[in-house]
Nanobody, 126 residues
Framework: QVHLVDSGGGLVQPGGSLRLSCTASEFTLDDFAIGWFRQAPGKEREGVSCISSSDGTTYYKDSVQGRFTISRDNAKNTVYLQMNSLRPEDTAVYYC???????????????????WGQGTQVTVSS
């Protein structure tokens, strides 16, 4: 099974920043829409952001708009999620995922995504 590798999580104070990374060794991330999802304890997995491969369009959950930025570095085969002005409610395990069959366009539901990272914990607390 093909996997992504996500990393960059940690413990940060409210208002702080983290940058998450997502990479793969078996395929080229730029060929697919890549999404970032998160799951807090007792809650369903939710979409946070996505970047398409078709035209580079980006999407953000309303609550992270203006604070998070998704981007690609194709030379490094990596997708980043820069997270600024972090809040306690951003605390969750964050996952990146690749949508193999969406023709490069972002789709909102986690069930549309085929290859997942192992998750990286983000904790925002003072």
């Amino acid at each position: 099974q093909v996997h992504l590798v996500d990393s960059g999580g940690g413990l940060v104070q409210p208002g702080g920043s983290l940058r998450l990374s997502c990479t793969a060794s078996e395929f080229t991330l730029d060929d697919f829409a890549i999404g970032w999802f998160r799951q807090a304890p007792g809650k369903e997995r939710e979409g946070v952001s996505c970047i398409s491969s078709s035209d580079g369009t980006t999407y953000y959950k309303d609550s992270v708009q203006g604070r998070f930025t998704i981007s690609r570095d194709n030379a490094k085969n990596t997708v980043y999620l820069q997270m600024n002005s972090l809040r306690p409610e951003d605390t969750a395990v964050y996952y990146c995922a690749a949508d193999w069959y969406g023709l490069g366009y972002c789709r909102p539901h986690p069930s549309s995504y085929d290859s997942w990272g192992q998750g990286t914990q983000v904790t925002v607390s003072s």
